[in-house]
T-cell receptor, first 112, second 113 residues
Framework: GEDVEQSLFLSVREGDSSVINCTYTDSSSTYLYWYKQEPGAGLQLLTYIFSNMDMKQDQRLTVLLNKKDKHLSLRIADTQTGDSAIYFCAEIHNQAGTALIFGKGTTLSVSS | DAGVTQSPTHLIKTRGQHVTLRCSPISGHKSVSWYQQVLGQGPQFIFQYYEKEERGRGNFPDRFSARQFPNYSSELNVNALLLGDSALYLC????????????FGPGTRLLVL
């Protein structure tokens, strides 16, 4: 996961917006992903963005992509306690099959 | 529709033993990938299989092997277990072997004592 970097922790209050940031290194990545992991569970796909897009909105989720800076962000509007989890940013590397390369994850803590 | 299923959910082994983990992809998906997630880290790519052929391999020793069956299910085998192999092993399925979205199963938690 060294190719993808994320801040490790984010704490917000219920009802606020959360912004989770990620930087990646492979400019040839075609897709970039956000996954959510709750304690003791597998990874749930939240959303993804194609590399030729700048923004994608899906209900409470907004993904912004800055290709020049290789920066990806996930904004969660009206954050709820149920959003508390670890969020992983991932990019596709095509050199070894189609491997997802993950960051270390950002732990989002939502307080009521 | 059933998602990706993995078995067993939990497993305890001792050093030197071997282990076999199993994965069934989403119906209609032909590609399976395996990832290892050590506590506090993001998942790391181990293998990808498509149509029973290995398509990619991550930076893991030869103690790790896998195969895919005609029904597209897959097994991950780890020989000569080390304490450091303790992790959550995740299986992901995708429709083809290219850049399609990968959907993950619940994982198998392996503890090596």
């Amino acid at each position: 996961g060294e190719d993808v970097e994320q801040s490790l922790f984010l704490s917000v209050r219920e009802g606020d917006s959360s912004v989770i940031n990620c930087t990646y290194t492979d400019s040839s990545s075609t897709y970039l992903y956000w996954y959510k992991q709750e304690p003791g569970a597998g990874l749930q796909l939240l959303t993804y963005i194609f590399s030729n897009m700048d923004m994608k909105q899906d209900q409470r989720l907004t993904v912004l992509l800055n290709k020049k800076d290789k920066h990806l962000s996930l904004r969660i509007a009206d954050t709820q306690t149920g959003d508390s989890a670890i969020y992983f940013c991932a990019e596709i590397h095509n050199q070894a099959g189609t491997a997802l390369i993950f960051g270390k994850g950002t732990t989002l803590s939502v307080s009521s | 529709d059933a998602g990706v299923t993995q078995s067993p959910t939990h497993l305890i082994k001792t050093r030197g033993q071997h282990v076999t983990l199993r994965c069934s992809p989403i119906s209609g998906h032909k590609s399976v990938s395996w990832y290892q997630q050590v506590l506090g880290q993001g998942p790391q790519f181990i293998f990808q299989y498509y149509e029973k052929e290995e398509r990619g391999r991550g930076n893991f020793p030869d103690r790790f092997s896998a195969r895919q069956f005609p029904n597209y299910s897959s097994e991950l085998n780890v020989n000569a277990l080390l304490l450091g192999d303790s992790a959550l092993y995740l299986c992901a399925s995708s429709s083809e072997g290219g850049g399609e979205t990968q959907y993950f199963g619940p994982g198998t938690r392996l503890l090596v004592l």
